[in-house]
């Protein structure tokens, strides 16, 4: 099925070949079954529109699948990934608003979502700037952005490609080295 799966969904590149037939008749007979008995419907077919919409379903979620990975771990530090996962969610959402034909609505309450349970982390690099009378954020500890520049997986790599703000990304990555 996963291989039916990444063959109905490509990468970006590869879009042109969707309307191939070959690619459709990947699903075993076992597997198309399968699908049959879930939905209880014998002759079940997506229509073009429906396919784009899969499609563009994996394309806003799969990276939230990345992230999810690499900050999860029992033999591991997860911790060093956080702040760069959050800012790649962001740049990743931030790039989809004007890709997106069907969830627009969605990527935008994913990213008001991301921004607001991760607000800390996001005026700690300046990309948003704390509300008067505002004490305690969510994630707004300086060991985040600590435990990133020390990572050698991480280092500052975030901060060039990630950081969306006007300021000069050398003024954050001063302020980064400061702390």
């Given amino acids: 099925m996963k ?50 919409l899969m499609k563009e379903l994996y394309d806003v979620l799969q990276p939230f699948g990345e992230a999810t990975d690499l900050t999860q771990g029992e033999n591991i530090v997860t911790v060093s990934p956080v702040l760069p996962c959050v800012l790649s969610l962001n740049h990743h959402l931030e790039k989809l608003k004007q890709q997106v034909r069907f969830l627009g609505s969605m990527v935008k309450s994913l990213q008001g979502s991301l921004k607001k349970r991760f607000r800390g982390i996001f005026v700690n690099v300046r990309m948003s700037a704390a509300a008067p009378g505002e004490e305690s954020l969510p994630f707004a500890d300086p060991f985040y952005i600590r435990a990133a520049v020390l990572d050698p997986a991480c280092s500052m790599m975030w ?19 400061g702390q």
């Fill in 3 to 52: 291989q039916a799966f990444s063959v109905c969904f490509p990468q970006e590149e590869d879009d042109e070949n969707l309307d191939d037939a070959e690619l459709w008749e990947d699903l075993s007979r076992g597997e198309q079954e399968t699908v049959d008995q879930g939905t209880g419907d014998k002759e079940l077919v997506f229509s073009d529109r429906e396919w784009n």
């Fill in 159 to 177: 901060l060039h490609h990630d950081v969306l703000v006007n300021d000069d990304p050398n003024e954050v990555a001063g302020m980064v080295k």
